[in-house]
């Protein structure tokens, strides 16, 4: 059997299939695509609506309640930027509205609350600062503001999605 390595360096190779051929291959519109996409998120709408709450909840807390979390968050600080970066991927934060678990009229509340928190200077993201900075209390006040919009009554952060992992 002979194999010629020259032509798999120098003859044109086939181009790669276009997305629309892809989608004509398996017999689905654009549409319909989008629409099965839609469905699999709103299939985890809870656990995205939980990320949201849990994620103004930690940011209520003061230093002394956010490290009482390490048990469940292993390192509570970069929880509460994780959590509050995740509840807010694009597509995850619109399920939610999609699917009517936020209303509507708090979205660019949100959306502001998240850029606040997103423009706290990186040298304050220490525990020293938490319960010292005018900013880490202008957040405690407008994420305390947001729950009670959203009609959460409880600051108990929801472990509902959570593994907690124990110590022999």
């Known amino acids: 059997m002979k194999f010629n390595f020259l032509n798999k360096f120098f003859l044109p190779q086939k181009e790669k299939a276009s ?6 291959d398996i017999g689905f519109t654009d549409e319909e695509l989008l629409q099965e ?4 998120y709103d299939e985890h709408v809870d656990f995205y609506y939980t990320n949201i709450i849990n994620s103004l909840i930690l ?3 003061n230093a002394d309640q956010l490290d ?3 048990p469940i968050l292993i390192d509570p600080l970069t929880e509460l930027y994780e959590e ?3 509840a807010f991927i694009p597509v995850l934060f619109e399920t939610v509205f999609r699917n009517k678990r936020i ?5 660019e509340d949100l959306l502001q609350f998240k850029n606040e928190v997103d423009e706290i200077p990186v040298e304050i993201w220490n525990w020293d600062f938490l319960d010292k900075h005018e900013k880490w209390g202008n957040i405690r006040i407008e994420s ?10 409880t600051r108990i952060y929801n472990t509902t999605y959570t593994t907690i992992l124990f110590k022999k």
Do not use: F, P, R, W
């Not at 997305?19 to 004509?24: L, N, Y």
């Open 19 to 24: 997305e629309k051929d892809v989608v004509e």
């Open 68 to 70: 009482g979390m390490a």
């Open 103 to 107: 209303d509507e009229s708090l979205k």
């Open 84 to 86: 509050l970066d995740y």
């Open 59 to 61: 940011c209520t807390y």
């Open 144 to 153: 305390e503001k947001l729950l009670n919009k959203l009609h959460i009554e």
């Open 37 to 40: 996409e839609k469905l699999q």
